[in-house]
């Protein structure tokens, strides 16, 4: 630790990064200060981009090219936070390396300039990076924004439209561009046997049954291996079945590559992404004491936003029951056997209480435009009508700015 405060660094300002630091800086530092109040704490955010960015409702954003729905998405972090006063700062730079020993991590900022920052608690919250800035942050929130726009105005004079990637954002994509623009050709290409193969069979089915009756072209089994520009800059698009295609507009939709090159490889699995303990999401790596992982670049996340935000309370008593330890010489605050027992159900309990992770089984969302889509809840296939109310009719918009300002915690 740092003279008298405690510094927790959370490496991500998206999703999972802004929903932990609200919830420690709400109701984890409070409950530590009443417990000891010879300590102060402070909550820092790194990440490349100035903005948080609601990517749940792209599909639907990209389609529809509303000023309004493009601010609705991309929201500054600093304004999110600005009631907390010294308590919280955002540093705008991407996390380059990490000294376990020294609790530190290397910092380069967007003006070039490298920083050292320490941490006594850390929180990788680093997600993963799509091929496009479409789907995930490219750095600074302009890219996303720019590519937003450009995809939106090329979508509108387009013919011919290829997506390449069966799982949900292919998917949702597919079909807003077709419900949006139902003179356009559109293509999905799965590139597996079938579509959302992270879902039941069942469910892949219906959603290509719905793609084919909107007029989209499905193709399994087949995958891009390599894209040029024609002299007239449409993609022409190599295939693995030895084809060729030019078309209009090219869509990656194929799913990100984990932000993980800054950290310790022991601090990795296969896949490049952290292991963490799968109920309290402590990093398992050597050398990682009071060091937690949440959302897409944890090796428990199924790379879906309801894992990230069902993590939020399990990894912010993690870090609760850590300090407390710390701050009382190894020795663990106190629950009681009813905190104990909470501490199996997320939400319950004292914030100094540990919670179990639980993930939310047999749900599965994908609307295809306003009135079309397949879903999942309870592990049981709903109606359309019903997909639609609670996903389809917005992409849960409404929800964007209660998580970025904090209001939902």
Do not use: C
Not at 38 to 45: A, E, L, N, P, R
Not at 201 to 219: D, N, P, Q, R
Not at 320 to 342: E, H, R
Not at 343 to 355: D, E, H, I, M
Request: aromatic content about 8%; overall charge neutral; charged content about 20%.
């Amino acid at each position: 630790m740092s003279g008298s405060t405690y510094e927790i660094v959370i490496v991500g300002g998206n999703l999972g990064g802004v929903a932990v630091a609200h919830y420690l800086l709400k109701n984890t530092i409070p409950a530590l200060r009443k417990q000891n109040n010879s300590k102060s704490f402070h909550v820092t955010i790194v990440s490349p981009s100035s903005h948080y960015f609601w990517k749940i409702a792209a599909p639907r954003v990209l389609v529809k090219g509303e000023e309004a729905l493009y601010e609705q998405i991309l929201r500054p972090i600093d304004k999110g936070f600005a009631k907390y006063g010294d308590l919280f700062a955002y540093i705008q730079g991407a996390a380059i390396a990490t000294d376990p020993a020294a609790r530190t991590i290397r910092v380069k900022k967007n003006d070039s300039q490298e920083e050292s920052i320490h941490y006594d608690s850390l929180v990788i919250a680093t997600g993963t990076t799509s091929a496009t800035p479409l789907w995930t942050l490219h750095g600074d929130h302009l890219e996303t924004l720019n590519a937003l726009k450009t995809t939106r105005e090329e979508l509108s004079q387009a013919k011919t439209v290829l997506v390449a990637g069966g799982g949900a954002v292919g998917v949702e994509s597919s079909g807003e561009i077709v419900t949006t623009f139902p003179n356009v050709k559109v293509t999905i290409l799965s590139g597996t046997d079938r579509l959302l193969a992270r879902s039941t069979e069942s469910l892949g089915k219906a959603a290509e049954t719905s793609l084919k009756k909107l007029g989209v072209e499905v193709i399994h089994n087949v995958r891009i291996t390599g894209s040029e520009k024609t002299i007239d800059g449409h993609p022409k698009l190599k295939l693995s079945d030895g084809t060729e295609r030019i078309v209009d507009v090219y869509i990656d939709g194929t799913g990100g590559a984990p932000n993980t090159d800054w950290l310790p490889a022991e601090w990795l699995n296969e896949g490049k992404r952290v292991q963490v303990d799968d109920e309290s999401l402590r990093v398992t790596g050597p050398d990682a004491s009071r060091v937690y992982a949440v959302g897409d670049a944890a090796s428990y996340s199924k790379q879906s936003w309801l894992d990230t935000d069902s993590a939020v309370i399990p990894v912010a008593s993690s870090i609760a029951v850590d300090i407390a330890t710390t701050l009382n010489q190894g020795k663990a605050p106190s629950q009681g056997m009813l905190g104990s027992l909470l501490g199996y159900v997320p939400g319950f309990g004292s914030s100094l209480s540990q919670k179990k992770f639980s993930p939310m089984k047999g749900i599965f969302l994908v609307p295809m435009g306003p009135s079309h889509g397949v879903g999942m809840l309870m592990g049981f296939e709903i109606p359309t009508f019903m997909l639609s109310l609670i996903k389809g009719k917005s992409y849960f918009l409404s929800m964007s700015r209660t998580q970025w300002n904090g209001d939902a915690r």
